[in-house]
Structures are given as structure tokens and as C-alpha cells.
């Protein structure tokens, strides 16, 4: 197994080409140092920034906790005065219902008193044999008297 092959040269200072290498390579590695530093700051910096994002997220959940129950307790005040106010309501309903029937119940009882007492006066209305025999008992206690 070959992956490739490379002729080399024969140079005329050795030491120049390895110290070359080497510096080389301590620049690579002096620039890979460098963006390492600068990932690792921008790194802290996303992280910092995270953090305070994510802490002004539990602010805000906190305050929309917050506002729900605020808004619950008042919808529950409101609810309840509305029940309240519907109750008070059929209550006097109810009031101004029941003197209307008990007119109604008057004004029929009066109209059954009324054809009641006619009735009677009908019923104690005297005929024509009895005025006669009322008048006739009267003449006679009179004429008894004498």
C-alpha cells in the first residue's frame, strides 16, 4: 500500500531548512494559540450573554406569572360581582313579579268577592210571596197590639 512518493533534495544547509521548519511550525502554533484565545473569549462573551438572556427569560416569566394571577384574581372579583349583581337582579325580579301576581290574585279575588256579594244579594233578594208574607205578619202583630 502506497499513498504517494516524494523525491527530496539534497540541500546545501540542512540546519537553515530545519530551523526554518521549526519556525514555521512555532508560527502555526502561535496562531492557533491566538484564535484559541479569541474562541475562548468570544466563547466567555456568548456565554455571559446567554446567561443574562437567559436570566432576563425568568424575569419575564416571573412577571408573566405574575400578571396571570393578578389578571385571574381580578377576573375572579369581576366574575363574582357579576353573580352578585345577576342575583340582586332576579332577586327584584322576583320583588316587582310577586306584587304584579298579588294584584293579579287581588283583583281576581276582588271580582270573586264581587260576584259573591251579588249572588247573595240575589239569594237574600225576596220574592214576591215572600214580601207578602212579611207584610201580612207585621199588620197582624199590629193589630194584635191593639
Same mark, same amino acid.
Given at each position: 500500500f502506497r499513498?504517494?512518493?516524494l523525491k527530496?533534495?539534497k540541500?546545501?544547509s540542512? /540546519? ?11 508560527d502555526c ?9 479569541h474562541?475562548?473569549?468570544? +466563547?466567555?462573551?456568548l456565554l455571559s450573554d446567554? +446567561? ?12 408573566k406569572?405574575e400578571l ?8 375572579i372579583?369581576?366574575? +363574582?360581582e ?7 337582579l332576579?332577586k327584584l325580579?322576583?320583588?316587582a313579579q310577586?306584587p304584579?301576581?298579588d294584584?293579579t290574585?287581588?283583583r281576581d279575588?276582588m271580582?270573586?268577592?264581587q /260576584?259573591a ?5 240575589d239569594?237574600?233578594?225576596? /220574592?214576591?210571596e215572600?214580601?207578602e ?8 202583630a ?5
Open positions: 499513498l504517494g512518493s527530496l533534495q540541500v546545501s540542512p /540546519t537553515e531548512v530545519i530551523k526554518e521548519l521549526i519556525c514555521h511550525c512555532l502554533v502561535a496562531e492557533l494559540h491566538a484564535e484559541k484565545e474562541l475562548q473569549k468570544e +466563547n466567555e462573551r446567554w +446567561n443574562d438572556v437567559q436570566g432576563l427569560l425568568e424575569k419575564c416569566v416571573e412577571a406569572e396571570e394571577a393578578d389578571l385571574y384574581k381580578r377576573f372579583l369581576v366574575l +363574582n357579576k353573580k352578585a349583581k345577576i342575583r340582586n332576579q325580579l322576583k320583588e310577586e304584579a301576581e294584584t290574585h287581588a279575588s271580582a270573586t268577592v /260576584t256579594v251579588e249572588r247573595e244579594r239569594y237574600d233578594g225576596s /220574592t214576591d215572600e214580601c208574607n212579611l207584610t201580612q205578619p207585621s199588620t197582624l199590629s193589630d194584635r197590639s191593639y
